[in-house]
T-cell receptor
Framework: EAGVAQSPRYKIIEKRQSVAFWCNPISGHATLYWYQQILGQGPKLLIQFQNNGVVDDSQLPKDRFSAERLKGVDSTLKIQPAKLEDSAVYLC?????????????FGSGTRLTVV | AQSVTQLDSQVPVFEEAPVELRCNYSSSVSVYLFWYVQYPNQGLQLLLKYLSGSTLVESINGFEAEFNKSQTSFHLRKPSVHISDTAEYFCAVSPNTGFQKLVFGTGTRLLVSP
């Protein structure tokens, strides 16, 4: 079974520029998550999709972050404009419904550096 | 809402010594509990989880964790650590109803030296 694919692996941008990350979940996984992991901290949930609908985006900074999941499969996370404090690893994860029982699968992440 | 506290940001131990990584949680609803491990430059991997039943759960590589509902804790232990156990360990909780999601603690870096 292929894992959760993310790209790019690394990205360096200047502040105020825009950036987009892509995630391809495991086939058949209805739920998709985007997490932000700042250095020295635990991952923080930004947004959760169930198929192509948003079920939780309470911690997404909506003035600069946006995310979509077209056709309930791939997802993109965008930051526009980026700030220095957005430097982090952005993790994508997917799961079947009943995630705790069947498990969450994490991608390797995109490391973003904003300079 | 849920929250997780990992009080120890770093735990240094010698090889073959026992170790305990502490985790306490807060939640207004019943939760499932998890430990994830992140080796340097790698992704998050599930170490073990508690869903129901026996409060003591074990992993295949010798770690165990015990769910204590009264103390809202889920401490991770290993009786004898190896150099290869050096990694970041994250405790996480998920509500056991509704849309499930992981809420992570800040992590504990386990440093095993010879």
């Amino acid at each position: 079974e292929a894992g959760v694919a993310q790209s790019p692996r690394y990205k360096i941008i200047e502040k105020r520029q825009s950036v987009a990350f892509w995630c391809n979940p495991i086939s058949g996984h209805a739920t998709l998550y985007w997490y932000q992991q700042i250095l020295g901290q635990g991952p923080k949930l930004l947004i959760q999709f169930q198929n192509n609908g948003v079920v939780d985006d309470s911690q997404l900074p909506k003035d600069r972050f946006s995310a979509e999941r077209l056709k309930g499969v791939d997802s993109t996370l965008k930051i526009q404009p980026a700030k220095l404090e957005d430097s982090a690893v952005y993790l994508c994860a997917s799961s079947l419904e009943g995630a705790a029982l069947y498990g969450y699968t994490f991608g390797s992440g995109t490391r973003l550096t904003v300079v | 809402a849920q929250s997780v506290t990992q009080l120890d940001s770093q735990v240094p131990v010698f090889e073959e010594a026992p170790v305990e990584l502490r985790c306490n949680y807060s939640s207004s609803v019943s939760v499932y509990l998890f430990w994830y491990v992140q080796y340097p430059n790698q992704g998050l991997q599930l170490l073990l989880k508690y869903l129901s039943g026996s409060t003591l759960v074990e992993s295949i590589n010798g770690f165990e964790a015990e769910f204590n509902k009264s103390q809202t804790s889920f401490h991770l232990r290993k009786p004898s650590v190896h150099i290869s156990d050096t990694a970041e360990y994250f405790c996480a909780v998920s509500p056991n109803t509704g849309f499930q999601k992981l809420v992570f603690g800040t992590g504990t870096r386990l440093l095993v030296s010879p």
